[in-house]
């Protein structure tokens, strides 16, 4: 069978030439989506602390989002993988900024207000959408505020809890530690503006409601933890002995800063409070205002807290950033289940450029190499011709699919050179069909063809049984080189077929 170029022509070839240039302008306008191998940014996994159901992960996922745009983040990506973790990549590497949003991720969500042991609100109370940034500044001194609207059966809980409690204390948590045991050193745990009797009652009154404790840090301080019956325990980070003894001991540890640490006690009007304990939750303690004493409350409610910094500069950088923050938390809700975050992955913008470049020149290199070989081989430029047309076409609308609408990355390049060599494989497959006997008719040419079709398609069936099951089994790491291998297949005996057809009809017996 004599081949020539006649097949170009055909109206079979022509759409398929417009299908891939509509992929290209479809590619072009609407911008490729790259992974962070490429562009450069941070992965931040998070390990939820069970197993969840599909329900809660998704739960937790959206719940991700949410916190993660309220925080100014648009092209965050947020996917689960399997049922206990989950993966966040952000475009940005600085340092402060992954942080910033480490702090965000590793909180539950969960809002409290407490007064004298007894909750008074809840985040659930608070009206979506209400809530806004709300500082203070006066003169040098910066205060950080976010205020919201709760809803009218949390202003009526708020009023049963505040009656009668006039100047109590309201304890506003968020994600208060339970069951947990504080380890500190005496010198940075007690305060020399009130006597030590004085500050054990204002930190008993807000650790008894959550059964934690507090453990100085002494001689005996490993005696009292097998002691305290805790499972869990907050420490400072410098604690290397401690903390090595509470991870052998295999106790869930929780490193905190000194600052975190040490719990801000005050005295006001003769009582003393704990004004604020970064390390158990506490965000702030004000005094319950006499007039929402009475049993009726009202539904606007703010909370507010000193911004730290040796500046007026930094203290409205502080303010500004843990606004931010709790804005963030308290619109994104509480998380079902606890989290960790593991270790960060981070690739810089130029090193994401350089492995861009290589996969392109790789791809090329493939592209090249192969037809290269199969032209050794059939020693035909009208008999490669096909070959490389298909190939082509399949790369250019497969590549333009996966960066519009999923992402490019290292397993989806991986995918498209898997594709690559299946597609080249299934047309050297009818190439042998149609080449190595004599064909008398075209008629005979196509029974060659729908044999070589029946055998790619059985093929590509078995491939798709294979690797199918992984595609719905949310290993995110796998997922883009399994989506480019099934989809370049089904693309590419979809090409193959009505290309080859478009050769038999033009043929020359």
Do not use: C
Not at 377 to 398: C, D, E, G, N, W
């Amino acid at each position: 069978m004599a081949r020539s170029l006649a097949w170009l022509s055909d109206r079979r070839t022509i759409i398929i030439v417009a299908v891939a240039l509509f992929a290209l302008a479809m590619l072009y306008f609407n911008g490729p989506h790259f992974g962070i191998e490429f562009t450069g940014g941070t992965r931040l996994p998070i390990i939820l602390e069970k197993p969840v159901s599909k329900t809660t992960m998704e739960e937790v996922v959206n719940t991700i989002k949410i916190r993660t745009t309220k925080f100014g983040l648009t092209q965050v990506i947020v996917r689960s993988v399997g049922d206990q973790r989950i993966d966040v990549e952000v475009s940005q590497s600085d340092p402060t900024f992954i942080n910033d949003i480490q702090n965000i991720l590793k909180s539950e969500g969960k809002f409290e207000g407490i007064i004298d042991g007894r909750v008074a609100v809840t985040g659930s109370d608070i009206i979506s959408g209400s809530i806004r940034e709300d500082p203070v500044i006066q003169g040098n001194d910066v205060r950080w505020g976010v205020s919201f609207i709760i809803t009218q059966d949390g202003a009526k809980r708020f009023g049963n809890a505040a009656f009668g409690k006039a100047n109590y204390p309201v304890n506003l948590f968020l994600d208060r530690s339970e069951d947990t045991g504080i380890l500190i050193r005496e010198k940075e745990y007690y305060n020399e503006n009130v006597t030590n009797a004085e500050q054990d009652e204002a930190v008993k009154s807000v650790l008894n409601f959550s059964k934690n404790v507090v453990i100085l840090i002494d001689d005996n301080a490993t005696e009292r933890i097998l002691e305290s019956n805790k499972s869990r325990f907050i420490v400072e980070s410098n604690e290397t002995k401690i903390i090595a003894f509470l991870k052998e001991k295999n106790f869930t540890v929780v490193e905190h800063t000194l600052q975190e640490i040490k719990p801000k006690v005050t005295k006001s009007n003769s009582q003393t409070i704990v004004e604020e304990w970064n390390a158990i939750g506490l965000l702030s303690a004000p005094a319950l205002s006499p007039n929402l004493a009475t049993g009726t409350a009202g539904q606007q409610y703010r909370i507010e807290g000193a911004a730290p910094g040796s500046t007026y500069d930094e203290r409205r950088e502080s303010a500004a950033a843990e606004m931010k923050k709790l804005r963030s938390i308290l619109s994104g809700g509480a998380l079902p289940v606890r989290i960790e975050l593991g270790s960060t992955i981070t690739v810089p913008p130029s090193l994401g450029k350089e492995f861009l470049n290589y996969s392109v020149i790789g791809i090329i290199a493939a592209a090249i190499a192969v037809s290269l070989v199969v032209l050794i081989r059939y020693k035909s430029i009208t008999h490669v011709m096909p070959l490389i047309f298909v190939a082509t076409t399949q790369m250019i609308i497969l590549i333009s699919i996966l960066a519009v609408f999923g992402t490019l990355d290292l397993a989806t390049i991986a995918g498209i050179f898997g594709a690559l060599g299946t597609s080249v494989d299934a047309q050297m497959v009818v190439s042998d069909e149609l080449l190595n006997r004599k064909i008398e008719s075209k008629d005979e040419a196509k029974r060659r063809l729908s044999k070589a079709f029946y055998i790619n398609t059985r093929s590509s069936m078995v491939l798709l049984l294979v690797l199918l099951p992984l595609l719905f089994s949310s290993i995110v790491e796998i997922i883009g080189f399994v989506t480019a291998t099934v989809l370049g297949s089904i693309i590419g005996v979809t090409l193959t077929i009505q290309t080859y057809s478009a050769v038999i009809d033009k043929q020359e017996i």
